[in-house]
């Protein structure tokens, strides 16, 4: 940073200059790809309302090192998109034109600011971020050294993050191999048990959002996703308080499984719920890591709706050992879980302080005093 600091004082003391990206860079809007013309064979990806492709197309309208920013969808996301690709008709092209503007500071720049991109969206019944007020979003220009200087900081940052990731992604692969690897017993050291043997099974009831809305409170609500646990929302009352499962039936996430111990819940129609019948024989959370790795294995890929209902999971059959043995292996997986998941130890601590390390210098080296031209 200080170094950084002296470039300024030194080459802009007075301040930076800010112009409208129309003055500093080619920006146009994508175009439309019908779904059918996509396939996963083809190089290209198509990059529409967010931060992932939407498929791939055998041509692209925009070059490698391309920045692509969502107009409609997670409207205002930055995308740095190292290849050749297919901007669809929900994304705006951004690439510095002048001999003056690092395409990759501008980047960081906007990836800085998505915030105040996203205050550029539009008030109407579709919200989107249309390419005229994007055209007029000021960037700074500070002397080309300086900028410079800034990438290969925050290229360091962001290449760090990356190894710690791939190397967090590969132990989540050989934690998946070592699980399954626990569950293989010798003949006679368990018992073979369909679900339905040992667990009451039910199912949630239909909450919609409006119900939501109307019935605010602090008792969670289990759905079909998989994000923040599966909460679709809160509300004043609960069905539940007692250790237990639950399993998305319906959908992209049918048989996700999840644990719920000393808590107040309720869940929709698109869960199940497991109780184990005598928890002195049957370990819920010995369930709950065999489980995960079987019900996957039973979801029905339906007419396009993947499901596992209820009487599918109640056929499922499981390795029962000893209570004893349960509770060892549990002890064992809950140690790699807490590796693997909790952000307060080993590699996710590590990754989200690097995260908001980076953060933190990107927002601080991407600020300056503006230059006063009145």
């Known amino acids: 940073m200080s170094n950084i600091d002296d470039l300024l004082a030194k080459m802009c003391p007075e301040g930076v200059i ?23 064979s083809f190089e290209f990806p198509v990059y529409n309302g967010g931060a992932e492709p939407t498929g791939f197309y055998d041509e692209f309208n925009s070059p490698a090192k391309s920045i692509a920013i969502s107009g409609r969808g997670s409207i205002g996301f930055v995308n740095w998109v190292p290849t050749k690709f297919w901007a669809g008709n929900s994304c705006h092209v951004v690439q510095a034109n002048s001999k003056e503007l690092d395409n990759k500071f501008l980047y960081y720049y906007l990836k800085n600011h998505e915030e105040d991109l996203r205050a550029l969206k539009n008030t109407g019944s579709i919200p989107a971020l249309n390419l005229g007020p994007l055209l007029k979003f000021l960037i700074p220009r500070p002397p080309l050294e300086i900028q410079k200087e800034i990438v290969t900081i925050l290229d360091k940052f962001t290449e760090l993050e990356a190894e710690l990731e791939a190397e967090l992604e590969a132990r989540k692969v050989q934690y998946s191999h070592f699980s399954e690897s626990l569950f293989i017993f010798k003949k006679g050291e368990s018992k073979r048990l369909k679900v339905r043997d040992i667990c009451g099974i039910s199912r949630g009831t239909v909450i919609s959002k409006d119900y939501l809305r109307d019935h605010p409170g602090e008792y969670p609500v289990y759905s079909s996703q998989t994000l923040n646990n599966g909460i679709f929302g809160y509300i004043d ?6 250790e237990s499962l639950t399993w998305t039936t319906d959908g992209a996430n049918a048989g996700s499984i999840f644990y719920h111990q000393n808590e107040n819940f309720t869940i929709t129609n698109v869960c199940g719920l497991l109780q184990v019948l005598d928890p002195s024989i049957i370990s819920a959370r010995y369930l709950y890591y065999l489980l995960k790795i079987e019900a996957p294995k039973h979801v029905s890929p339906g007419m ?3 499901k596992i209902m209820a009487g599918t999971m109640g056929d499922i059959q499981l390795e029962i050992p000893t209570f004893k043995r349960q509770l060892e292996i549990v002890e064992i997986l809950d140690k790699f879980d807490s590796l693997l998941n909790d952000v307060t130890i080993g590699l996710p601590a590590e990754i989200k302080a690097r995260r908001q390390q980076y953060e933190y210098y ?7 005093k503006e230059l006063d031209v009145a």
């Open 304 to 306: 396009g709706n993947p």
């Open 18 to 40: 800010r112009l409208p990206i129309s003055d500093l860079c080619t920006t146009f809007s994508g175009g439309f790809i019908k779904k059918t013309k996509q396939d996963l």
């Open 237 to 242: 009352t609960f069905a539940y308080n007692f």
């Open 362 to 368: 990107r927002n601080k080296l991407l600020t300056f």
